[in-house]
């Protein structure tokens, strides 16, 4: 039966079969269909064989072709969701204004069909993999809808027929059950031996999974129907098994069942093993559950450890207790698969998410029923999932396919709250999460290594390197965003509890130890991973549940929360077995715990208004808390002072990173904020030596000169005294979390990064801390961001710096928040690199400088502070208490007294101290709280803790400990009389000596005894105290005593002396006439000021005091030091004065030096500055011309023998060729019905009129009748030094020797200039002498023109001699070779036989005419604005003509041909034409007049007079004009033609007929008509010129078609004879060229306009003469004849070059090229290139377009500039220039709305043309600037 079914065709069985099962009885149709598809799928046939497929296809359309079913079904979609799944690098939008989840994005076509306008929206490339949510109103907005989703589609569309999907239903099953099949027969374990290659079953299988792929793409109708299928349980129960009888399907169905087995969280081994242990797991006692390690009994299971007792202690720790209501032991038992879906998605995870395989999944997605049961089934596999993943050796793409998955399920808050109920979501994430990071656990070695039971993750581990955890951590993150589900989370302690011991894997990971000895001998970078690991996977899930933490409503959560946050920590200190020391040297700055609980502190006290104190522990556990945040910001100190420099630049770039824009909020400002809640509430005198402890500076507080300090070095104790006052200065005034609200925050944060630099957009957006959960819905770029910005800070245009870098768009702050705002504390706490804080300053004193504020260098400014959130009051008590008033006080007193190791910075701090503390007044409700402590405490030094009435306390002794050696020391023996000695034992007993540690002792001491009478079981070191004083130290300390009788006030007033080194620098009465205005800015002066008013405002008491210390004002004495101080401070002033000339002097000098060297290499940019330094060249002829040599400095003549040469570049360019006739540029195409066309171009148009003249003409002629050069020319250009060639030769070996070069190829000759540093890659010889013969050179000596003409025939005729062998003439060789090599082979050979002298000489005069040409260019296209050339100095035209025509002479043109004979003479020998008759020579006519002018003064003896060349040029002028009006003529009608004959006959009579226009004109025409061959082709071109031609008119076009010529001859007048070009307007330019060119003579030159033909000058008939060049077309054959026409109009008048006119809007550009195929090869590119210059689309680094190992864009350069390639990156937004072998990144002329480029489209903002920008570039372009402008070079060695 099966194999006729076979046998017939298939679209009809497929027909009859349908017909059959539509039938009410449909069983044989049934059996029939069962038939035909148990032998077409059946699983044993190889799955390559693609006939099942077109079966498949087949049937299900029954019959039909598969197109038009498709499109059938489509029509029955009742879709309103896009849905589109995208892979990675798709190009997505994501509008936020329209968004509700921050993952929404939207295809191109539905971004683009939607309304967008004014949106907050960005473009992005997809990482990962995407789909389109236009359409789901659960993702977004429906007002963002897209046109075609906008619409409910679901009402109109009329329901399916019922027989149209009948098929599907039946054969679909069978064919997923085949791919299944396959799939389980192809899979192998990786550990079995078998050879392992699943992308090859996957290869196979493409068909089959491309076909469901097809299916899903039909719309709803089939997705439908794909459901059903994919859900159905009895289905597959039915089909899975196989049936009985068929063995293959059975084996097929064991693999399943083996590869099912492991896929539990535990392998089935563990689960042996567990069971053995005394854990029951069934399904009931799932209580408790091990995960990844068994019982502790058996620690070889639980972590890589080798001895055994750790690895058990660990194995105890590692014991994780599940939630008790995972009754459903899922996620630890192996899976059960109920359906196809499920299998399917288990054979996907197994195969490693295959692309194919994953779009098939998610295309379904629109589809409700399949996404809840997906859903639901990927929550099922989640476990496995991960475990694969972990295994993966694909992790990257691997992530990237699960998330693309997850992303798309997580973020809909119905489906995700749907799963957490009920299939356990969060329980299995965290069990997976933490079973992940189990299984890369070590001891944690913090505090004591031997014992901790601590273990933390090992960051080197591959799982946390290659950030492999990312995708759960993202998806967890992300259902936390759901308010339901984070709830849910919150209230479940079990779960808060096993997240807790999750943190606490990160809590002291990446411990640092500090090198000691020897440098560290590997750095590793495990850091990155550490920070990575800790915002990712504990920072981003706390902030994520942070937000559902705002109101009220929500205290219980918070309280939960930290009560857990402080179990866990207290059971981490247990487990490091820490007392209250931390070990020294070692620090980790993962403290997630630490940070956990200070957020939630945060939020609870700001948000939630609970009380501080119920939520803190008791004072012990405090301190605890306190250590470890302190220890951190100690070392960040120690790490700034260079005493970890032995650990290698890795520690430098933790520190770095942890205060960085990204990291700083999840923290270093907990960490902040946690001390300063631990220093509200412990015993400020405490927490303030614990500081100065930490910070190791203890020894350094006392009033000796000298001390010994155990634990720094010298040079080390500055920076940590000044770290240790910033931090305590940061500590007591930042107010992030004590009460400031958000907006303040930001703005803040905005104004501090603003001081620091002038900031981008983008980059402040970066450097701006947000609220760092992305998914918080708090983006930064909302509106508040935009308003804070335009509020504190001014936009700044992008614009360019002469040197050519472009700047980008930058916002600078205002004046007033210079004034007002700059807080250089939050700058300090802010700053990545210590330089920015410098930078900060320094544009803050520069601002003080330019607003006339404050002259010299201000010191930090005092900013006031947002009040005190009521809850964090006590923080006031640590300004307020006597440990710090005696730091303070010594700190003072050492500073007046010079001591060692003082700096403003200290002085800086302290003062701002004391200005916080008067500032913070503490309400003194009860003084009297523990008098007892007070007691003890330093009696003598201060009677209160009140910084006012400290202040003016006087200390009058000081009990010390010195060194003997110290100054004071006393020699003598104690005194005899009774007197002294009474008065010096009250001084013993009231000088106070003052320990730092042993305060701290004793206070730690009394709160533990307090706090717990069981303190004395802890057994605490005793010799600590003593610990700071090292054991047989040289000199002995010993105690002596000082006397001070100073008050902090009688200090300040004595440093304010100091400063402004005035004797009395305050008067008694100053304080009465103070204003406090201007005390905001300035210097220390100012600063004591300011606090000196205040304290007097606050109190009576001292005012008073500082009345009389001012009064009492005597000297300074400094005991014991008096004189040499002073001596000092007189010499320094002295010194200081002196170094101040001298500087003065100095910088004179450089500056007329850099004055006289920016003369000679003025800038490349600007040539109309120039035009006013011209020296008329003719003064500079007078005598031998010196030249410098920029190499040894000598200057002389250039000479045969030594020759002297110019640095120039020399380069090939096409830049001419480009020029079009119309002054517009042209588009570029954004559709595919706009083009470019290349027909116009000048370099086109020159290459027909050659091809043409050659077809008909003899070759040398035609070679000496045009120019070449416009493509591929060689154009010369210099900086204008000059340098001897031979020693220009040694630079070049030095250079070569010289390993390091920088982008340029010694060995094509390339080199930069010695002095300016210019590109350049050739020496041009400069010709010796140009003395005497100068001056005659140039008098006219009024001959007449016949005689001139007779000279420049003889002086033709004379031969070149062969110039001797000498070095100028080698290299003059050696020259001409390098402009040979300049330019491409192509571009040189036009003869018909290639390398023949033609040929030679045509490249050679047309080098002098692309020069001539370009620089026309650059003038703007007209002589119109004078001037000399680009600069005079900077031309090299004078030079390069005289080495051209040395090597022209060498060519002597045949007196037979030579033109200049036809030009001023009549032939008579009319039969010579006849013996060459093939090819005739080219016609005058037809000749290019600026050619022939070149050819002639290059072949003629150099140097040539004045007179010579006015002769030249007024004869090839009167062919120049009648070539104009030969074109003139064919351009009329013929009635027109008439007229003007008949009308131009009659003046032929006149006088001056010769110098009519109109009388040549007529007779032109008569000539022509004559023949019949010349006007009679082109009738119907002619009719189009309607226009009647009037005299006016036609003189207008006369001369503009003379205009090219004379602007050429009188630029090469102005070089070679250094004639000055006089400036005119564009209308009178004809005439001022035509005096200048002696064309008429000044006195016939009257005010009104020249007249064209009253610039001929006729030596024979000019009637005659004409008439013989007429005869010279009219003689030609009939063949030839069609092309006179073509060949008479060549119009010489070209625009200037433009590049190709962009959009406004770069998204024109990206939409249509980013997604076109290349022309060459079909495909994408995958870097998209265009061309600028003429528009042409390549693909960069393309392989498939390559030739001979040259990629496309380097071709394209080669053949459309002469290898200078303009590109613009279509994916990267930026331009690139490819210049030879060289290339560089130019920038983007594409700028944002706040000015800034975005290199590979990274933010994706919408981008438009900055016209600027695009100008710059193609100014440029045409002035063949490149190399000197753009800096960064590159070889890229054909591969672009």
């Known amino acids: ?97 329209c968004g509700i989840s921050p993952c929404m994005s939207l295809c191109a076509d539905c971004f683009n069909h939607g309304d967008h306008t004014g949106h907050d929206f960005n473009m992005f490339r997809s990482q990962a993999g995407g789909a389109c949510d236009c359409g789901d109103s659960n993702v977004m907005k429906e007002t963002g809808f897209c046109r075609r989703h906008r619409l409910r589609t679901g009402e109109n569309i009329p329901s399916i027929p019922q027989d149209l999907l009948l098929m599907s239903e039946l054969v679909l099953p069978r064919f997923i059950l085949s791919v299944i099949q396959y799939l389980r027969d192809g899979y192998t374990e990786p550990d079995s031996s078998a050879e392992r290659d699943l992308q090859k079953v996957l290869q196979q299988l493409e068909p089959q999974i491309s076909f469901l792929e097809e299916l899903t793409k039909m719309g709803g109708a089939m997705r439908t129907v794909l459901t059903k299928i994919l859900t159905n349980q009895q289905a597959f129960k039915e089909l899975s098994m196989g ?18 087995k492991n896929s539990g969280l535990v392998s089935m081994e563990e689960k042996a093993q567990s069971a053995a242990s005394d854990t029951p797991v069934g399904a009931e006692g799932g209580a408790e559950v091990l995960l990844g390690s068994a019982a502790p009994g058996s620690p070889h299971e639980s972590i890589k450890e080798e001895d055994q007792d750790a690895g058990q202690s660990v194995g105890q720790r590692k014991r994780v207790k599940l939630s008790s209501s995972t009754k459903d032991l899922c996620i630890i038992e192996s899976l059960k698969h109920k359906c196809f879906l499920e299998e399917f998605l288990f054979w996907t995870i197994k195969y490693e998410f295959p692309q194919k395989m994953v779009t098939f999944l998610l295309n379904m997605l629109p589809d409700q029923d399949y996404k809840i049961t997906f859903t639901k089934t990927f929550v099922q596999h989640y476990a496995f999932i991960m475990k694969t993943l972990m295994k993966s050796h694909e992790s990257d793409t691997m992530s990237n396919r699960i998330v693309h998955i997850s992303v798309q399920l997580f973020s809909n808050e119905e489906l995700a709250r749907h799963v957490t109920e009920e299939c356990q979501l969060l329980d299995i994430m965290v069990t ?144 490091i077995s820490f007392n209250d020391e931390p070990s020294p040297n070692q620090v980790t700055f993962h403290l997630p715990l630490h940070r956990y609980y200070a957020m939630f502190l945060s939020k609870a006290v700001k948000c939630q208004g609970l009380d501080l104190d119920s939520l803190l522990p008791d004072q012990e556990m405090l301190m605890k808390i306190m250590v470890h945040p302190l220890q951190i910001q100690a070392c960040l100190s120690e790490i700034h002072s260079n005493m970890w420099v032995r650990n290698g630049l890795q520690i430098k770039g933790q520190a770095m990173t942890y205060v960085q824009s990204h990291f700083c909020n999840s923290m270093i400002d907990p960490d902040i904020y946690l001390l300063q809640v631990c220093a509200s509430r412990l015993d400020p005198d405490y927490f303030i030596s614990s500081v100065f402890e930490r910070f190791k500076v203890v020894d350094l507080l006392t009033m000796a000169s000298q001390h010994q300090n155990a634990v720094l070095d010298a040079e080390q104790e500055r920076p940590m ?127 003080l400088k330019q607003s006339g504020l404050h002259p010299g260098n201000p010191w930090p400014p005092y900013k006031a502070r947002t009040a005190l959130h009521p809850c964090y009051k006590g923080l006031i008590k640590l300004l307020h208490c006597k440990t710090l008033h005696i730091v303070i006080f010594t700190l003072l007193y050492k500073i007046w007294m010079d001591h060692q190791n003082m700096s403003e910075h200290v002085l800086c701090m302290v003062l701002y101290l004391i200005e916080l503390g008067l500032d913070n007044q503490v309400q003194d409700s009860k003084e009297d709280e523990e008098p007892c402590i007070e007691e003890h405490c330093h009696d003598s030094w201060f009677p209160g803790t009140n910084l006012l009435s400290n202040l003016h306390h006087v200390i009058n002794f000081v009990r010390v400990r010195v060194p003997e050696t110290a100054p004071e020391v006393k020699r003598e023996a104690p005194p005899s009389t009774s007197s002294e000695a009474s008065s010096y034992g009250q001084n013993l007993r009231e000088a106070q000596v003052f320990s730092l540690v042993a305060e701290r002792r004793r206070k730690f001491q009394e709160i533990i005894n307090r706090s717990s009478s069981e303190a004395n079981q802890v057994v605490r070191p005793k010799s600590s105290s003593t610990r700071w004083v090292p054991p047989g130290t040289p000199p002995q300390l010993v105690t002596e005593i000082l006397e001070i009788r100073e008050s902090m006030l009688s200090l300040l007033i004595k440093l304010h002396q100091k400063l402004s080194s005035k004797q009395n620098s305050l008067s008694a009465s100053w304080l009465d006439n103070m204003d406090m205005s201007h005390h905001a800015h300035g210097d220390g002066i100012t600063a004591i000021e300011r606090i000196l008013t205040k304290a007097a405002t606050r109190s009576c008491q001292i005012k008073r005091s500082i009345q009389d210390i001012c009064g009492k004002v005597s000297p300074p004495v400094p005991p014991k030091k008096n004189s040499p101080t002073d001596k000092k401070a007189m010499d320094k002033e002295e010194r200081r004065q002196r170094a101040r000339e001298r500087q003065q002097k100095l910088l004179a ?184 013969e100068a001056g005659t050179w140039h008098t006219p000596t009024n001959k007449k023109t016949s005689v001139l003409i007779k000279e420049v025939r003889d002086l033709q005729e004379n031969l070149g001699l062969f110039p001797t062998e000498s070095n100028l003439s080698k290299e003059m060789e050696l020259v001409i070779e390098d402009i040979k090599n300049t330019t491409q082979k192509k571009y040189m050979d036009y003869g018909k036989n290639p390398g023949s002298p033609d ?79 093939e090819s005739p020579e080219v016609p005058m006519l037809f000749r290019d007049v600026p050619t022939l002018l070149i050819i002639f003064v290059l072949t003629m003896p150099q140097p040539l007079r004045k007179e010579h060349f006015t002769c030249l040029v007024k004869m090839l002028y009167n062919l120049q004009f009648i070539q104009a009006l030969a074109a003139l003529s064919t351009k009329m009608s013929p009635e027109e033609r008439q007229a003007w004959n008949t009308s131009g006959a009659i ?131 009939p063949a030839q004849a069609e092309l006179s ?142 190399d000197h402008i753009n800096k960064r070079w590159g070889p890229h060695y054909n591969g672009l």
């Open 721 to 847: 005294l000044e770290g240790a006052l910033t931090f305590l200065v940061i500590l007591t005034s930042l107010r992030i979390h004590l009460g400031m609200t958000d907006d303040e925050i930001l703005r803040a944060e905005m104004v501090s990064q603003l001081c620091m630099n002038d900031r981008t957009h983008s980059s402040l957006l970066d450097l701006i801390p947000e609220n760092p959960n992305p998914k918080s819905g708090i983006v930064p770029g909302s509106c508040s961001f935009e308003e804070m910005l335009s509020a504190v800070a001014d936009f700044k245009a992008p614009v360019f710096e002469p040197g050519g870098s472009m700047q980008q768009g930058m916002y600078t702050p205002k004046a007033e928040v210079w004034e007002k705002e700059f807080d250089p504390i939050m700058v300090v706490l802010r700053t990545v690199y210590r330089r920015d804080v410098q930078s900060a300053m320094d544009r803050y004193s520069a601002f």
């Open 243 to 260: 049936q009985e009888e068929n063995l293959f399907a059975k084996n097929n169905y064991d693999k399943y069942l083996s590869a099912l």
């Open 432 to 575: 997976v999460l933490l079973y992940m990071m189990e299984s890369c656990l070590i001891k944690s070695e913090l505090q004591d290594e031997e014992n901790s039971r601590h273990v933390v993750v090992n960051c080197s581990e591959a799982l946390l390197k290659n950030n492999t955890y990312w995708p759960l951590v993202s998806d967890f993150i992300n259902i936390l965003s759901h308010q339901s589900v984070a709830k849910k989370f919150l209230e479940d302690h079990s779960l808060l509890m096993l997240w807790m011991s999750f943190v606490s894997f990160f809590q002291g990971m990446n411990l640092n130890k500090r090198e000691l000895n020897e440098h560290v001998e590997f750095e590793s970078q495990t850091y990155y991973a550490a920070f990575a690991a800790e915002l990712e996977a504990c920072a981003q899930p706390m902030w994520g549940l942070l937000t559902h933490c705002k109101v009220k409503e929500t205290q219980e959560y918070t309280k939960t929360v930290v009560r857990y946050c402080l179990e866990t920590l207290q059971i981490w200190f247990d487990a």
């Open 1 to 97: 039966m099966a194999a006729s079914l076979l046998r017939r065709d298939k679209k009809a069985l497929a027909a009859q079969l349908k017909a059959d099962l539509s039938r009410t009885d449909n069983s044989s149709g049934l059996r029939q269909l069962q038939e035909l598809l148990d032998g077409e799928l059946n699983p044993e046939k190889p799955a390559t064989d693609t006939e099942a497929v077109d079966w498949c296809k087949c049937l299900i359309t029954g019959g039909e072709c598969f197109q038009d079913f498709c499109k059938t079904v489509r029509s029955y979609d009742h879709n309103t969701l896009c849905g589109l799944v995208w892979t990675a690098n798709f190009v997505a939008y994501r509008c936020r204004t």
């Open 1685 to 1826: 026409l073509t060949l008479l109009v060549q119009d010489p008048q070209w625009a200037v070059p433009h590049l190709l006119q962009l959009p406004d809007n770069y998204n024109i550009i990206f939409q249509y090229y980013h997604r076109k195929a290349c022309t060459a090869c079909k495909k994408v590119p995958k870097d998209p290139a265009l061309c600028l210059v003429c528009g042409t689309f390549v693909c960069l680094k393309g392989a498939c377009c390559k030739q001979q190992g040259v990629c496309e864009c380097v071709l394209h350069s080669q053949h459309c500039g002469a290898a200078t390639g303009i590109f613009l990156l279509i994916n990267a937004s930026v331009i690139i220039i490819i210049r030879g072998h060289r290339f560089c990144l130019w920038g983007s002329v594409y700028l944002d709305a706040h000015g800034e480029e975005d290199r590979d489209l990274r933010r994706g903002k919408p981008l438009f043309l900055c016209a600027e920008r695009y100008r710059v570039l193609e100014q440029q372009w045409v002035s063949h600037t490149f």
């Open 1547 to 1677: 003046k032929k009579a006149a006088v001056n007929a010769d110098m009519s226009s109109e009388a040549l004109l007529s007779h032109i025409i008569s000539e022509f008509s004559n023949s019949n061959n010349v006007y009679a082709v082109d009738t119907e071109n002619t009719m189009l010129s309607s226009s009647v031609w009037s005299p006016q008119s036609m003189e207008f076009n006369l001369q503009q078609y003379c205009l090219p010529f004379l602007r050429l001859s009188c630029l090469l007048q102005h070089h070679l004879y250094g004639d000055n070009l006089t400036g005119c307007s564009e209308e009178e330019e004809f005439s001022s060229l035509a005096v200048c060119l002696g064309l008429v003579h000044h006195a016939s030159a009257p005010s009104n306009p020249v007249n064209s033909a009253s610039c001929l000058e006729w030596v024979v008939s000019a009637f005659e003469l004409v008439t013989q060049w007429c005869a010279e077309v009219k003689g030609l054959s």
């Open 1149 to 1332: 000098e450089f500056a007329s030096r850099q004055k006289s060297f920016m003369e000679t290499a003025m800038d490349v940019e600007s040539p109309e500055t120039e035009a006013a330094m011209d020296l008329g060249a003719s003064e500079m002829m007078e005598s031998e011309v010196l030249y410098d040599c920029v190499i040894c400095g000598q200057s002389g003549p250039s000479t045969e023998d030594r020759p002297t040469g110019l640095v120039v570049l020399l380069q090939a360019s096409s830049v001419l060729g480009h020029r079009c006739k119309s002054e517009e540029a042209k588009k570029l195409p954004t559709c595919d019905e706009e083009h470019i066309y290349s027909a116009d171009t000048c370099a086109v148009a020159h290459d027909v009129r050659l091809t043409l003249l050659q077809r008909f003409f003899k070759d040398s002629s035609c070679l000496q009748s045009v120019s070449i050069g416009w493509d591929g020319g060689v154009y010369m250009q210099t900086c204008g030094h000059t340098l001897h060639i031979d020693c220009h030769k040694s630079y070049m070996e030095s250079l070569r020797n010289d390993q390091v070069l920088q982008g340029f190829s010694v060995d094509k000759g390339e080199f930069t200039c010695p002095l300016c540093r210019q590109f350049a890659n050739s020496v041009l010889p400069c010709r010796p002498g140009r003395g005497s």
């Open 1399 to 1477: 040929g030679d000489f045509l490249f050679l005069y047309s080098v002098a005419r692309t020069n001539l040409e370009l620089e026309l260019v650059h003038r703007g296209g007209n002589l119109c604005c004078g001037g000399a050339s680009a600069a005079a100095k900077r031309s090299c035209l004078n030079q390069l003509f005289h080495v051209l025509a040395m090597h022209m002479r060498l060519y002597s043109i045949d007196s037979a041909y030579n033109p200049w004979t036809k030009l001023t003479q009549l032939t008579q020998n009319k039969e010579a034409d006849g013996f060459d008759e």
